[in-house]
């Protein structure tokens, strides 16, 4: 069992930034799949970065170039450039079984979550 918490959120203007971490209970760094969700009033949950045990990110096309995602002890993400839309919960997942190829941002392929933290852009 992984524990996941996230920290970070916060509320924000258009165009700022903010960094969301993911403390976790064990070292996952070289073991799990990781990736950062979001959630918004009324929306279906919706994948936003993953990361693959060597590191190697995917973006939605919603946050490709403004978002970025790392690993090493601690999952991060680094938010730019945010706009109204980004608001919304966001919560980081683990996916224990995947090994090879690239991340997914199918929520179903994530077994662990943390609680999330709250992200709100005004504009």
């Known amino acids: 069992q992984v524990q996941l918490v996230e920290s970070g959120g916060g509320s924000v203007q258009a165009g700022g930034s903010l960094r969301l971490s993911c403390a976790t209970s064990?070292?996952?760094?070289?073991?799990?799949?990781m990736a950062w969700f979001r959630q918004a009033p009324g929306k279906e949950r919706e994948g936003v970065a993953g990361?693959?045990?060597?590191g190697t990110p995917v973006y939605s096309n919603s946050v490709k170039g403004r978002f970025t995602i790392s690993r090493d002890i601690t999952l991060t993400l680094q938010m730019n450039s945010l706009k109204p839309e980004d608001t919304a919960m966001y919560y980081c997942?683990?996916?224990?079984?995947?090994?090879?190829?690239?991340?997914?941002?199918?929520?179903?392929?994530?077994?662990?979550w943390g609680q999330g933290t709250q992200v709100t852009v005004s504009s």
């Open positions: 990361i693959d045990i060597l």
């Open positions: 997942a683990a996916d224990r079984r995947r090994r090879f190829g690239p991340a997914s941002l199918d929520s179903g392929m994530y077994d662990y």
């Open positions: 064990t070292d996952t760094s070289d073991r799990y799949y």
